[in-house]
């Protein structure tokens, strides 16, 4: 069973900037296409960027459009989400997720990393 590894978050700046990393093992993320996903206390899981196993499709949140971007380096296996303009409402885990075609849909991804916390103070 293929395991997603995500890292980065932390702590930042209302207006700063973090960069998460999913990570996986053998050459994972050029067969496969990679949400990422947020949740915060007493909300549901949403969807945030998507990015496609060919590296020529991605799709953002409206809420992160223009702050975020996500990509991909499948030498290293890894999938990233730079986040800029940081809001207080940017608060939640931010996890990544693995599935075959685009979607939005929390339920249509099989596969999942345990979570990343990013906190952003004003």
Sequence with gaps: QVQLV?????LALAGGSLRLSCAASGRFFSAYDV???RQSPG???????FISRTDTITDYADSVKGRFTISK??????????MN???PEDTAVYYCAVRFGNSREVTD???WGQGTQVTVSS
Aim: proline share 0%; charged share 25%; hydrophobic share 40%.
């Design 35 to 37: 949400g990422w996903f």
């Design 6 to 10: 995500e890292s980065g978050g932390g």
């Design 85 to 87: 303009s940081l809001k």
């Design 43 to 49: 909300k549901a899981r949403e969807f945030v960027a």
């Design 73 to 82: 380096n499948d030498a290293k296996d890894t999938v990233f989400l730079q």
């Design 109 to 111: 991804y099989s596969i």
